[in-house]
């Protein structure tokens, strides 16, 4: 059973997780042991705890912690969960909580890029996408258009960042993601020797288009995405085995990276 709070003390120190601490502070929360992370609305939070991560406690508005948010509650234990009034916790959190319960809840290991992919046929890779939105919407293009994992490189948003997991609609619990390594660019060596073609999305004269039947027959293929505004760089498109180009209408030069994602997924899907 839940461990219901009246919220009045409010320099509790694990309440710093729902409006105080950055990203990056709940990701090294526990350091050098895993952090945390804080989840948004009933649905994210229950495909948390389906994926197996593990509650430590959560905020909910009075009225609907015993009514329609109850049964996400129950969920999770007994774990500590601060109730009060709608406008103290809005005044609290700094935003409208209009979503639902909040919880924080404790990281997983995440695995190598070479166990994510060791029987994948169809990758995404993000070089520097810092958008928590736009990794949000790709996690969940993924899920649901046949690729079997994302790899970040470093300073790409995290998929457990409060916003990217919502826009994920949770997705990001059950998709296998991971990091390629911990620089900023992709290393192309070491997707070939994980077995993968690499198809960089760009916008370059000598690009083959999406449609190109080669790219459909490739066995296993690392689809290439780059930062917002910038692209791909220079050196990860020349190194690329293709470089591919989504036809535009006259006029219109490009397509937002979670959306190029998502018509990328759907063309490149392994057949």
């Known amino acids: 059973m839940p461990q219901f709070i009246e919220l009045t003390d409010f320099s509790l120190p694990i309440l710093q997780a729902f409006n105080a601490l950055s990203e990056a502070q709940l990701l090294h929360y526990y350091e050098p042991d895993l952090g945390i992370f804080v989840a948004e609305s009933a649905l994210v939070i229950g495909r948390a705890l389906d994926a197996g991560y593990e509650p430590i406690a959560l905020i909910s508005e009075r009225k609907r912690a015993f009514a329609q948010e109850a049964a996400i509650l129950e969920r999770c234990g007994d774990v500590p969960v ?145 930062e917002e505004g910038y692209g791909l760089c220079d050196e990860t498109i020349r190194g690329a085995d293709y470089t591919v180009l989504i036809p535009m209408a006259p006029g219109i030069d490009s397509l937002n990276v979670a959306a190029a994602s998502a018509v990328a997924f759907w063309e490149l899907r392994s057949r």
């Open 82 to 226: 601060y109730i009060q009034d709608e406008e103290v916790l809005n005044d609290f959190l700094g935003f409208k909580l209009i979503r639902g319960p909040l919880c924080v809840m404790r990281r997983k290991p995440v695995p190598d890029a070479e166990t994510l992919c060791k029987n994948a046929r169809r990758i995404a890779v993000l070089e520097h996408v810092t958008n928590p939105t736009n990794v949000g919407a790709i996690v969940r293009s993924a899920a649901a258009l046949g690729i079997e994992a994302v790899l970040l490189t470093e300073g790409c948003a995290d998929p457990l960042y409060r916003r990217a997991e919502r826009v994920s609609m949770g997705t990001a619990f059950r998709m296998p993601w991971g990091y390629l390594s911990e620089d900023r660019y992709i290393d192309l060596d070491k997707l070939h020797r994980m077995g993968f073609q690499t198809a960089a999305m760009a916008l370059r004269e000598d690009s083959v288009s999406i449609a190109d039947p080669a790219l459909r027959k490739e066995e296993k293929l690392a689809i290439l995405l780059g």
